[in-house]
Nanobody, 127 residues
Framework: QLQLVESGGGLVQPGGSLTLSCAAS????????IGWFRQAPGKEREGVSCISSSGISTIYTDIVKGRFTISRDNGKNTVSLQMNSLKPEDTAVYYC????????????????????WGQGTQVTVSS
């Protein structure tokens, strides 16, 4: 059974940092591009970042560019999202998602492309 599990969420003060992890089971991530998305209360889910299956290419949306860093360790079958300089508006449930790809150097932060989704982890930024 293909499964993605996010972890690392929690409560952090503005300006603080968190690292989210996305672990895969039932399949190996090295053939999948991975995306991170988030959904704040009362808002639609939005894209945050993605990383190609090889790790060569990454994309960040403007809302997190310069503050978040996505990385992957295919040997450990995990993808991480390092989040720095967190703001209250970053409060949301964060989801990782996977899509099988042919081109190892490509990813897109486009929700409709992704096949497999985790259950999400809550990130709350508040003083």
């Amino acid at each position: 059974q293909l499964q993605l599990v996010e972890s690392g969420g929690g409560l952090v003060q503005p300006g603080g940092s968190l690292t989210l992890s996305c672990a895969a089971s039932g399949f190996t991530l090295d053939e999948y591009a991975i995306g991170w998305f988030r959904q704040a209360p009362g808002k639609e889910r939005e894209g945050v970042s993605c990383i190609s299956s090889s790790g060569i290419s990454t994309i960040y949306t403007d809302i997190v560019k310069g503050r978040f860093t996505i990385s992957r360790d295919n040997g450990k079958n995990t993808v991480s999202l390092q989040m720095n300089s967190l703001k209250p508006e970053d409060t949301a449930v964060y989801y990782c998602a996977a899509v099988p790809v042919v081109l190892s150097s490509v990813c897109l932060v486009r929700e409709a492309l992704y096949h497999y989704w985790g259950q999400g982890t809550q990130v709350t930024v508040s003083s």
